[in-house]
């Protein structure tokens, strides 16, 4: 094997099968998830000998099921112990697992929470599922400048509506600061929006524990704002969010997809650092000429491997077009760009003119790279 291949390789050996002991009684257990891209959600499983919680709960696939299954007996549980499924956002790869166990009687006793914040989602998707949301998709590509993505896309990412019977209610809506009392351990669950409106993340202060969902990721940056009911603002919104994790005492990082990190702060410092450089790139395309979120996407690189926007397959490009977009936003917020809506609703950014300095009449320097 290759060093390159080896090294991927080892990237991705967190998704591989099986149950990995952390120690106090909490095991992360991946699920597999269809597609390479991100391969694997890690569930958590929260032991205590007389029962076990979850915090995720997997997609709803046979093989997912399968191999919770076979790691809940691993531990000495069954699916029938399981109490609670603490879902930190609405997304199937995180949701329908639970609701199907719970409707096939698998977990019992399973009460499936999720928090307040995604009651809108949730009705969203349904809405979708009965095909009442496509002329939304429709005005969201017009409105980023991106309506030649709508024919490789068809009437949404993927073509596919989901499912409307993985969309039930969950048995408890959870607001911010609610206090979880397990056997095990007290967790708090706390708003984190950004990914989601809704998302959640579970603090176990004594534990020195940090369950982020899809909040922190140690291997890439979360998609900001991928959701069925658009937000604007959702890149300060997960800038704020993250901001408020350094307010709690360091923990260890349990995320979603990819390793345990040992420092939730490192890892928040460096997502940070990463949109604040991406903000810079962002405002430097609007400098050179990007009118709109689309045209804005083509002119930066993505992914770790630095991608030209055209080697992005169309639902990729989407995504990417709406990561600028929520970009484009926070520049408008901070001063350093304009945004009108033309009549046909697509936005259009422009950068604010820099004062004269005085007694020249010219403006104060030439455009800066560190927006």
């Known amino acids: 094997m290759s060093r390159p291949a080896a090294q991927e390789a080892g990237r991705h050996a967190w998704a591989e099968p099986g149950v990995e002991d952390l120690g106090g009684g909490v095991y992360r ?23 076990v919680d979850l915090i995720d709960a997997g997609m709803a696939l046979a093989q997912a099921r399968e191999r919770l299954t076979a790691a809940l007996r691993e531990i000495g549980c069954e699916l029938g112990d399981v109490r609670n499924f603490l879902i930190t ?36 998707i349904r809405d979708i599922a009965r095909g009442f949301r496509e002329r939304d998709f429709a005005a969201e590509l017009r409105r980023m400048g991106a309506t030649n993505l709508a024919a490789p896309l068809g009437t949404g990412p993927g073509n596919h509506r989901p499912d409307a019977a993985e969309w039930e209610d969950p048995d408890r809506w959870l607001t911010d600061g609610a206090e979880l009392g397990l056997r095990s351990r007290t967790l708090h669950a706390i708003h984190t929006p950004g990914h989601t409106r809704g998302h959640l993340v579970f603090h176990d202060a004594p534990g020195s524990l940090l369950f982020a969902g899809d909040h922190v990721l140690p291997h890439i940056t979360p998609s ?37 990190r040992d420092s939730a702060h490192q890892r928040v ?26 045209e804005t996407a083509r002119a930066l690189r993505w ?24 970009h484009l936003e926070v520049l408008v917020a901070r001063g350093q760009l304009t945004r009108r809506s033309d009549p046909d609703g697509t936005d259009r950014y422009t950068p604010v003119a820099a004062a004269p300095r005085a007694g020249t009449g010219m403006p104060d320097g030439q455009p800066r790279r560190g927006w």
């Open 29 to 51: 257990i991946p699920l597999p998830l269809p597609g390479d891209a991100l391969r694997a959600v890690n569930v958590y499983a929260l032991a205590d000998g007389e029962g």
């Open 89 to 124: 956002h609405v997304h199937r790869d995180h949701y329908t697992l639970a609701v199907e166990l719970r409707r096939a009687q698998a977990a019992r006793r399973g009460t499936v929470s999720l928090g307040e914040g995604e009651r809108a989602n949730l009705q969203a």
């Open 224 to 260: 900001i704002g991928l959701e069925p009911v658009r937000n604007r603002m959702a890149l300060r919104d997960y800038l704020s969010s993250l901001r408020l994790i350094l307010t709690l005492p360091d923990a260890r990082l349990l995320p979603a997809h990819g390793p345990v």
């Open 269 to 294: 410092h460096e997502l940070l650092a990463h949109h604040e450089d991406r903000l810079g790139q962002t405002g430097q395309a609007v400098m050179e000429g990007a009118r709109t979120a689309y």
């Open 303 to 326: 992914t770790r491997r630095r991608k030209t926007f055209t080697e992005l397959d169309p639902v990729n490009q989407w995504m990417a077009v709406g990561e600028t977009a929520a």
